[in-house]
């Protein structure tokens, strides 16, 4: 089924999505129509809105065995750089918005994020293991300048001495590395960077608000000059479009710092396979047909296969070829897999005013 047509009188800058639909839980959907007036309207821009949100927990527990942690906090919902391909789109459905331009248009903050995750940190039941920040979307979009809700979790996370995972594709991190850098240096942080392509005009079209390439392996030189640990993500892996490029980006994120690199096969779950195919008909009509069919060849056939083991990879020749490709190149290049392990045995309350000092 085709998707809505967009406002005609809504002007899009630097969007990755041109429709909104509106999400699955939704009886109605929202069409733009004309009515009947014979009048001219007057164009308008589109701006993203950001509303506050105070939850009761900021530690969401999953239990997913293609992923190796089991906790993760996301300070925002929905994110601005507005990636078209982005698998999380399909969670703001539950806002009981679209995952179209309200992904990346109607944002949620968590103003309040650090002194939960504190609160959460103090009960007698917690037991601590690596937390997971970014999974979903990105802690360091562009509204994060405003609100610093990371830099404060990141203030908490030092204080706890509480091990911590980032990924990112937001240049703004390095105005943490004051924080980041000692934390490091306790085996209490390592950052994954995302990189999907090194062309700066695809990129531009793919993920219209978020740093270029140039400007990401950048990152990883300072986050590595400063001692973390950075970890290279081309994610995802587009076929045809991207998939050519991933030797060099796993050849220019090594040469800038980062020491492991991972992979992820382009993901298409519930509303995301319609607004990338649309994107595709509208940046890429002569390559739309084959990027797809080579998807579907990884994917059983279908945009999407959500099972465990396979909606990270792929299944098949083309799939296997991709695997066999990035196994040639880190090896290569001498990356490794995985970032060392992170420390959870310095876990302890910061001390208080009016603490009774240690005698040892």
Same mark, same amino acid.
């Given at each position: 089924?085709?998707?809505?047509?967009?406002?005609?009188?809504?002007?899009?800058?630097?969007?990755?999505?041109?429709?909104?639909?509106?999400?699955?839980?939704?009886?109605?959907?929202?069409?733009?129509?004309?009515?009947?007036?014979?009048?001219?309207?007057?164009?308008?821009?589109?701006?993203?809105?950001?509303?506050?949100?105070?939850?009761?927990?900021?530690?969401?527990?999953?239990?997913?065995?293609?992923?190796?942690?089991?906790?993760?906090?996301?300070?925002?919902?929905?994110?601005?750089?507005?990636?078209?391909?982005?698998?999380?789109?399909?969670?703001?459905?539950?806002?009981?918005?679209?995952? *179209? !331009?309200?992904?990346?248009?109607?944002? &949620?903050?968590?103003? /309040? $994020? @650090? +002194?939960?995750?504190?609160? #959460?940190?103090?009960?007698?039941?917690?037991?601590?293991?690596?937390?997971?920040?970014?999974?979903?979307?990105?802690?360091?979009?562009?509204?994060?300048?405003?609100?610093?809700?990371?830099?404060?979790?990141?203030?908490?996370?030092?204080?706890?001495?509480?091990?911590?995972?980032?990924?990112?594709?937001?240049?703004?991190?390095?105005?943490?590395?004051?924080?980041?850098?000692?934390?490091?240096?306790? *085996? !209490?942080?390592?950052?994954?960077?995302? &990189?999907?392509?090194? /062309? $700066? @005009? +695809?990129?531009?079209?793919? #993920?219209?608000?978020?740093?270029?390439?140039?400007?990401?392996?950048?990152?990883?030189?300072?986050?590595?000059?400063?001692?973390?640990?950075?970890?290279?993500?081309?994610?995802?892996?587009?076929?045809?479009?991207?998939?050519?490029?991933?030797?060099?980006?796993?050849?220019?994120?090594?040469?800038?710092?980062?020491?492991?690199?991972?992979?992820?096969?382009?993901?298409?779950?519930?509303?995301?396979?319609? !607004?990338?195919?649309?994107?595709?008909?509208?940046?890429?009509?002569?390559? @739309?047909?084959?990027?797809?069919?080579?998807?579907?060849?990884?994917?059983?056939?279908?945009?999407?296969?959500?099972?465990?083991?396979?909606?990270?990879?792929?299944?098949?020749?083309?799939?296997?070829?991709?695997?066999?490709?990035?196994?040639?190149?880190?090896?290569?290049?001498?990356?490794?897999?995985?970032?060392?392990?992170?420390?959870?045995?310095?876990?302890?309350?910061?001390?208080?005013?009016?603490?009774?000092?240690?005698?040892?």
């Amino acid at each position: 089924m085709p998707l809505p047509p967009p406002d005609p009188f809504l002007r899009l800058r630097a969007r990755g999505a041109t429709t909104n639909a509106a999400g699955r839980f939704e009886r109605h959907g929202r069409v733009a129509d004309s009515d009947g007036w014979d009048l001219p309207e007057e164009e308008r821009l589109l701006r993203t809105e950001v509303r506050e949100e105070r939850p009761r927990s900021v530690i969401n527990r999953i239990a997913s065995p293609d992923l190796p942690f089991d906790r993760t906090l996301n300070p925002y919902r929905g994110c601005e750089h507005g990636c078209s391909y982005c698998f999380a789109r399909p969670t703001h459905a539950f806002l009981g918005l679209s995952a *179209g !331009l309200d992904f990346e248009t109607r944002l &949620v903050a968590r103003p /309040d $994020a @650090a +002194l939960v995750l504190e609160r #959460e940190f103090a009960r007698r039941s917690y037991r601590p293991a690596p937390l997971a920040i970014g999974t979903n979307t990105d802690p360091y979009q562009p509204v994060e300048g405003r609100y610093r809700i990371m830099r404060k979790l990141l203030g908490v996370l030092s204080d706890w001495n509480h091990p911590v995972a980032i990924v990112t594709k937001g240049t703004l991190i390095e105005r943490d590395i004051d924080i980041l850098a000692p934390m490091a240096e306790r *085996g !209490l942080v390592q950052v994954g960077v995302s &990189v999907t392509t090194l /062309d $700066a @005009a +695809l990129s531009r079209q793919l #993920e219209p608000r978020a740093p270029s390439p140039a400007r990401r392996l950048a990152t990883i030189a300072r986050l590595a000059g400063a001692g973390i640990a950075v970890r290279v993500m081309v994610a995802p892996v587009i076929p045809v479009l991207t998939e050519p490029e991933l030797e060099r980006i796993l050849a220019a994120a090594r040469d800038h710092g980062a020491r492991a690199a991972s992979w992820i096969l382009l993901r298409l779950p519930l509303e995301v396979a319609p !607004l990338f195919r649309d994107w595709l008909a509208r940046n890429e009509p002569g390559r @739309a047909a084959h990027v797809l069919n080579r998807l579907r060849e990884m994917r059983g056939g279908a945009d999407y296969d959500a099972d465990w083991g396979k909606r990270m990879r792929g299944e098949g020749v083309a799939a296997r070829l991709i695997a066999d490709r990035f196994d040639i190149a880190v090896r290569r290049l001498g990356l490794a897999r995985e970032l060392p392990a992170l420390r959870s045995d310095l876990f302890a309350p910061p001390p208080r005013a009016g603490d009774q000092l240690s005698l040892f």
